[in-house]
């Protein structure tokens, strides 16, 4: 065990109340990033992981990101970034952390059991409140960190440096650009000599991972338009041609029931299997009933695990999101909408090239809203891109990352993939040069993004003491 880390540990269980607390006052705040009117709270967000650090005696700015793309009235919420210790120790690594601050929305009434910004925590320990997993937990994790470093005594083995963005759930607008200035000689994160992320999930509830890769995410809306305002069905129907009945068929031409893509040409752009890469998937520590878990039915695609987890590691998929304007209340209103927006997104793998797989959809689209006949007005377009990322775990970054699972959980990780996405990470490693981890704190049953999400109170304690060991053991790693 690395020296100092036994007394860190005691120390991160002495806090765990006011740790817990802290995750209290930021799941309170609903800074849900795709809702304008909350805007104000992804900023107070920002501001509360800005003073909280300030209290812990952290270098922060707050660095405004301009206006949000296509929403000019909109100011973007501001990058946190911060440097603990305040001043630069030369003789130490400096590592570089990142997570996001923002939220999906949520609201009761989607059948949440509790409050969602409120975290209730359960007899089993499980805390319950949208962003507790997906990623307040993580980010404070970080602070905690600090906070435990502090009252126990303990010399920080790193400099440390934190970007914290409000727009991640969002497609992280305005970040690429100011991730690849700060990058530059002289500028805030130039010294960084490794990337770490925690904003991803176990494959179970019991075994830790390292993550290696993601999915990148081209997100669309179709918009179909036609009667000048919303009409009586009684009186319109079987006279007007309908906006939804069109994009109902243009959507349902997308993807089949087995998650299938209709799209011509779109598996042509995927790198194909090699017998190297199926034969990684036997090995890892994963269950068709872990994925039941998780899914709490099971409505899973494929019998057996290791078609599953390529289907959600490497193969694309595409998932239909919603619909705008669309009558979605309880009840039976009888109306006919005048303009509907549908949404979907398609999860990208190597060797998609975002660009490419654009042209594809908007050609499909085109033609099977042609195919119809309709007079209707359609408009599709790309909402945010982000592009997939694999990396090498063969690294000391990964290393020292095991030793601390190790040491925390007494388990060797299983090396994985991840099928969701985060935009930044290639721009990190792009920027910065360096190697970038993917090191998560929840669970596969945490609900991220959907009702009910959780953080287990043992992997948030546990899950601090990881992310402190972590820092220790790259302290220790050498180079190569
Ligand atoms: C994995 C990460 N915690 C996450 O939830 N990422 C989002 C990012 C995203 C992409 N487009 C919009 N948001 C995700 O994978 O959906
Ligand atoms: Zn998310
Ligand atoms: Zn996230």
């Known amino acids: 065990m690395a020296p100092n880390l036994h007394t860190y540990y005691k120390t991160v269980d002495s806090l765990a109340e006011p740790f817990i607390d802290r995750l209290r006052q930021a799941v309170a705040i609903p800074s849900i990033s795709a809702d304008e009117e909350r805007r104000e709270d ?23 990101l301009g206006k949000q793309p296509h929403k000019e009235h909109l100011e973007l919420p501001p990058a946190i970034i911060g440097r603990y210790p305040a001043k630069k120790d030369e003789s130490k690594r400096t590592i570089l952390v990142y997570g996001h601050y923002d939220v999906q929305p949520a609201d009761l009434s989607d059948g949440w059991a509790t409050e969602p910004f409120k975290l209730s925590i359960d007899d089993k320990g499980r805390m319950y409140g949208r962003g507790s997993t997906d990623d307040k937990g993580p980010v404070l994790g970080w602070l905690n960190v600090i906070q435990s470093h502090k009252e126990a005594g303990i010399e920080f083995p790193v400099n440390l440096l934190m970007c914290f963005e409000g727009m991640e759930e969002y497609g992280s607008e305005g970040l690429d650009d100011f991730i690849i200035a700060e990058c530059k000689p ?37 918009e179909i338009s036609g009667p000048g305002q919303d009409l009586h069905s009684g009186v319109f129907g079987g006279t007007a041609q309908e906006p939804m009945t069109d994009l109902v068929r243009v959507m349902g031409s997308l993807v089949d029931t087995d998650g299938k893509i209709q799209i011509p ?33 099971k409505t899973g695609i494929y019998p057996d695990k290791e078609r599953t987890l390529m289907g959600r590691w490497r193969y694309p998929s595409l998932s ?29 793998v190597p060797d998609m090239e975002p660009p ?7 050609a499909h689209v085109e033609k099977a809203f042609k195919s119809l006949n309709s007079q209707n007005k359609m408009n599709v377009f790309l909402q ?39 935009p930044v990470t290639l721009t990190f490693e ?10 998560p704190m929840g669970s596969s049953t945490d609900a991220a993004h959907s009702i009910n999400e959780k953080l287990d ?17 790259v302290a220790e790693e050498p180079t190569k």
Request: charge should be positive; include cysteine.
């Open 186 to 222: 002289g500028k805030f994160f130039e010294d960084a000599d490794a990337v770490c992320i925690s904003d991803n999930y176990w494959l179970g509830t019991e075994k830790p991972c390292l993550t290696y890769g993601l999915r990148g995410c081209s997100y669309y809306s179709i």
């Open 265 to 297: 040409g779109l598996y042509e752009l995927v790198a194909p299997l090699t017998k190297e890469e199926q034969s990684l998937y036997k090995d890892i520590a994963f269950t068709m009933d872990n994925l039941y878990e998780s899914l709490g039915s």
């Open 320 to 348: 239909l999101h919603g619909v705008e304007g669309a009558f979605s209340q309880p009840g039976a209103k009888t109306v006919i909408p005048a303009k509907v927006t549908g949404k979907f997104s398609i999860r990208t």
């Open 430 to 439: 792009q920027a910065t040069g360096k190697n970038v981890l993917l090191l």
């Open 42 to 64: 992804v900023v107070k967000m920002g501001m509360f992981l800005k003073s909280e650090l300030e209290k812990l005696g952290a270098h922060v700015e707050a660095r405004p």
């Open 356 to 362: 490419e797989v654009d042209k594809l959809v908007f």
């Open 457 to 473: 109170r043992r992997n948030y304690i546990e899950g601090i003491k990881l992310l402190g060991a972590y820092l220790h053991y």
């Open 384 to 422: 945010h891109a982000g592009k997939w990322w694999v990396a090498s775990p063969k690294h000391w970054n990964f290393t020292a990352a095991a030793k601390a699972v190790e040491d925390v959980w007494k388990v060797k990780p299983d090396l994985t993939r991840e099928g969701g996405s985060i």
